[in-house]
Every structure is written in C-alpha cells, then in structure tokens.
C-alpha cells in the first residue's frame, strides 16, 4: 500500500465519527479542458500538476490530487453515455465527471470514485451501465463495481466535463474510452451574441476575434479561424477574412451562424463551436403630430407642453416599450438627461424647438429615435378696425354688410387665427350664435358687434382677442 493510500485510509477512519461535512470550493478548469468529439478511445499521457488542487467528488471531503487531466464531451444523439479510463500501469486513479457544468466554476462533482484498487486489482475507473451508486469514497474497494459508477441519463446537448486524477506518486499514461448509445458531437455550442441595429441602416457589424478570444476563454494554446458552413469549418475552407467587422443584417426572429475552428498549435482540429450572431432591431417608430401651444402668459415665446400626448400614437400598439424625451439628439443616442416632467415641460428655446423621443425594448436594449416640433403660438391679438360702412341707397336705415371685409385689418397679417363675429358680448364669451358673413343690421344708423380673434391651437383664446366693430348706415 503507497503512503498516499495509507494516508487516505487514515483519514477516512478519522471522519468517520463525525457528521460529514463536505467542502464545496468553486473551480475554474476552462484552461486545462481537452475537448474530445469522437467516440473513438484517446491514449494520453502521465496526468502532471496544474495547480488545480480543490476538485471534490460528491461522496468526500478530500480532494483529489492536482495531477489532473480534464476532457470535455458534448452529446449528439443517444440517452446513456459510460466512459473507462484504463491506467497503462497498474497504479491508483481517481475520478470526477460533472453534467453540464460551468467551466469557469465547476463546483462539486456529480459522480466520482476515489475508491482504492489495491485490494481489488482493478484499476480500470469509471462510468458503467450496471453500476448504480453515484460515488466511491476514499480509500473503499468501490464494491460491487470496484472503481464504476452509475452512469448518465443523456439528451442532445449535453455536455460532460471528466476530470482524470493521477492520486498515485508513479508516472503512467493511460486510454480514454466512451461507450452507452451516446454519439459524440464535434461541434459545440459557442453561444449567442446579441447587438442592436440602432441607426435602423438594416445591419451591424461583430467582431469575431472577440468572440473567439471569449469562447476559448483567451487561450494562447490555440489557432482561430471562422467560417459560414461546417462543412467549411471542418475542411478549412472559404474562411472569413473581415473578422473584425463581419456584417450581419437585421432581423427579430432569425440569427446568422457563424462556425469556429479551433485548432491546436500544430493545427489539428479541436473542436468546432456553432456562435449564433442576432442583430435586433429597436422598437418601430411612427410620425406624430407636432404640438402647438398657446403663449398665454407673458408674450415671451414659453409656455407648457404635454409631450406624453403622443405616446399612444408613437406606441402604436407596442408593449414592453420605455419611453424618455430629450431636447437634443445626443442626449437621446446616449441615454442622457431625460426631460424629468414631460407631462409639463417648459419649452427651453423661444417660441419652439425638436423634442427627441426615445423607444427602448425592455427585453432587447435595442432603442429607437424619433421627434416631432412643438411650437409657441403667440396669442392672437384684435387690433380694434375702423367702422364698416354701408349706403342706405333705399332710405330704410338697413344695410347687408360682408364682416369678412374687415377680417385682414382685424389680424394685421397674424396667420393660423380665426375671426368670428357676435351681436352681443355674452354671445362672444360662450361662442355661440355667431354671425354669418353677411349681415343686415338690425339698429339704425349704426350698430356695435363683438369680434373674437381666435388662434388655430387648442384653447388658444384670450380676452385680450376680442375688439369690437361698429357698422354704419349712410344715406
């Protein structure tokens, strides 16, 4: 029996009285990983230290050693996956394997066997079909199965990561070999990468070095290159030279693949890993209205606006969309300085300026840009006209009169106002019973009407809009 066996023994015993208590440590191997797919057996070398020392299996609270070899598999198609390390030498190995895990923070193993072969001669290790415990501790014969566990129920997908442990202080290589139904799958699932089409110009462009340099975790060990096809991945074929700017067209419902070789340094094929590339699109915008308000305070060329009355227009039916106004287009494009009270915004440029409207997607991050005018209207003003006149040419004291006439003096060349006439005041401050352009006089020789001067913008009326006209009966 080698000291580290006795040593394992002797801490087994130790622990055995006591609550187990197991050490979880987060671990991350992505540097050490061997990407294995094919389900053809792999002769390797003599496991050697990584500094890789806190990889627990589920069942111990020591860890194995740091002279570890990692390989990693992803399942094509099949439902059980077994694997058999068998050593070329007669010494103690032990494992680890973990479903699915995270490379950069594997965690505790799911199954394991640090059982000790010594007494049982077997020092094959690994996953068997008829083995039904999950783990083997320290320093135990892994009866019934010496060195077997159970092995995994798999889908399409999945991924295994094997951790090899040379627990033995001898050198020796050993052969790596998979079994179950499971077919093994070269290429893997590099991830998705999302950008937004912003400038609504169809497209964006991904830089694929980067990308790589993420998925490889900036591994200096390996070549990168990219390709459209697989076909082309695995034959190193057609690959894409714009790997700093490689364009992709817009599109919320489909992706653009891209497929990475990667290479070892003498530049046999690893591994190919499938990137999915989207581009979405920020929300649809539509042209609104531009807003006009009255100045009904001061004549200085302010007043308030409502700029959310557009937002069920701009929505246009649009969900899950956030919306901030801005009074410049940078603002807008950076996020910066929304309008904190658009419900009652002070126009800060005289007499009307651009308001930038922002549309996020809630769920993308992708935004669109739009804008529309608001405008000060100057409150109409009545300038008092001179008297009307009309000739009395049948001596009756009754003339038909086109109030129409007096309409440019009344405005003084104001535009977008209207003029109205009434007969009485009390007409002219609830507007009604106004009168028809032409119109007979009903006192003689004259009469005084009522004038309202209105602007064409929504309660745009003052009481400083109105003036009077006299009309003039002559003979």
């Given at each position: ?265 003498s530049g046999s094929l690893i591994r190919v890993e499938e990137v999915s590339l989207h581009v979405n699109t920020g929300p649809s915008t539509t042209t609104v ?43 807008a494009e950076a996020g910066n300085s929304a309008i904190s009270s658009p419900s009652n915004f002070t126009n800060t440029v005289a007499n009307g300026q651009t ?39 049948d001596g009756d004291g009754y003339y038909t009169f086109s109030l129409n006439d007096k309409n440019l003096e009344i405005l003084n060349g104001q535009t977008n ?59």
């Open positions: 029996m080698n000291q580290k066996t006795r040593l394992r023994i002797a801490l087994l015993i130790l622990i055995t009285p006591l609550f187990f208590c197991q050490k979880t440590v987060a671990q991350d191997v992505s540097d050490y990983v061997e990407y294995v797919c094919s389900n053809q057996s792999l002769a390797a070398q003599s496991p050697t230290s990584t500094g890789v020392n806190n990889i627990f299996t589920p069942c111990s609270s020591q860890s194995l050693s740091d002279d570890l070899a990692f390989y990693y598999v992803q399942i094509e198609s099949g439902t059980t996956f077994t694997f058999v390390m068998s050593p070329t030498n007669n010494i103690d190995f032990d494992f680890a394997s973990w479903k699915n895990p995270d490379l950069t923070n594997v965690g505790t193993a799911d199954r394991g066997s640090q059982n000790s072969p010594v007494s049982t001669g077997i020092y094959n290790i690994g996953l068997s079909l008829t083995a039904t415990d999950l783990c083997e501790t320290g320093g135990s014969t892994g009866a019934p199965e010496p060195g077997k566990v159970r092995y995994y129920d798999v889908t399409a997908g999945d991924k295994i990561l094997i951790a090899i442990d040379r627990w033995d202080g001898a050198a020796s290589g050993f052969t790596l070999s998979f079994g179950g139904d499971a077919v093994l799958s070269c290429l893997f699932d590099g991830g998705d990468y999302y950008t937004c089409d912003n400038d609504a110009d169809g497209e964006e462009t991904f830089n694929l070095d980067a990308i790589g340099a993420e998925i490889t975790n900036n591994s200096t060990a390996v070549q990168l290159s990219y390709y459209e096809t697989t076909t082309d991945a695995n034959n190193g074929t057609n690959p894409i030279t714009t790997t700093t700017n490689y364009t992709v067209n817009a599109s919320n419902t489909s992706s653009t693949e891209i497929y990475v070789a990667v290479k070892n340094a209205d531009n807003i006009s308000e009255c100045d009904t305070g001061t004549q200085n060329g302010f007043t308030s606006f409502d700029l959310t009355s557009v937002e069920s227009d701009i929505l246009n039916g649009q969900t899950n969309i956030s919306i901030n106004y801005y009074t410049s287009l940078s603002d308001i930038y409207i922002r549309l996020d997607n809630n769920t993308t991050g992708c935004y669109s840009i739009t804008s529309f005018e608001i405008d000060v209207l100057q409150s109409p003003q009545a300038i008092a006209p001179t008297p009307l006149y009309g000739c009395d040419n106002v209207s003029v109205t006439y009434y007969a009485t005041q009390a007409d002219l401050q609830s507007e009604t019973n106004p009168l028809p352009n032409s119109y007979t006089n009903t006192a003689i020789p004259s009469e005084t009407i009522h004038v309202l001067v209105q602007s064409g913008a929504t309660n745009c009326t003052l009481a400083t809009s109105t003036t009077t006209l006299q009309l003039i009966v002559v003979d």
